[in-house]
């Protein structure tokens, strides 16, 4: 009778143990997708920044064009590359967040294997 009353114990707090690690799982799982969802929100507003700088750009070369028919020294002279430097500024910050939401991506699958396979501890 001893006995049985010890393996269920240790049963039942194998078990305790189990859950806790399946809810420690699911809290880095969530934290991850909410990772997920800022670092996409960040890439769209990135996004948003290029096309204004490339508007920006065209808007420049069509104001340089125009300074130049009219002989406009000082607009004519304006210079279009740090329009360009912006861009490509921006879009280095998208190629990172998305090596950032990639990684993010990794750790929910890991994550999402261990709540797999701590719930089928759970039903065994």
């Not at 020294?73 to 990172?96: F, G, M, N, T, W």
Request: aromatic residues 4%; positive net charge; contains cysteine.
């Amino acid at each position: 009778m001893h006995s049985k009353r010890k393996s269920h114990a240790s049963r039942k707090k194998i078990f305790m143990h189990c859950r806790k690690d399946s809810c420690i799982a699911g809290k880095r799982f969530t934290h991850s997708r909410k990772k997920i969802h800022a670092l996409q929100d960040k890439i769209h507003a990135l996004r948003e920044e290029i096309h204004a700088s490339w508007e920006k750009r065209f808007m420049h070369r069509g104001k340089k064009i125009h300074a130049s028919r009219e002989r406009d020294p000082c607009i004519a002279r304006e210079d279009p590359c740090s329009a360009k430097e912006e861009i490509y500024a921006l879009q280095e910050k998208i190629h990172v967040s998305r090596k950032e939401i990639h990684a993010l991506q990794e750790k929910i699958h890991a994550s999402q294997e261990e709540i797999h396979a701590l719930q089928e501890i759970d039903h065994a």
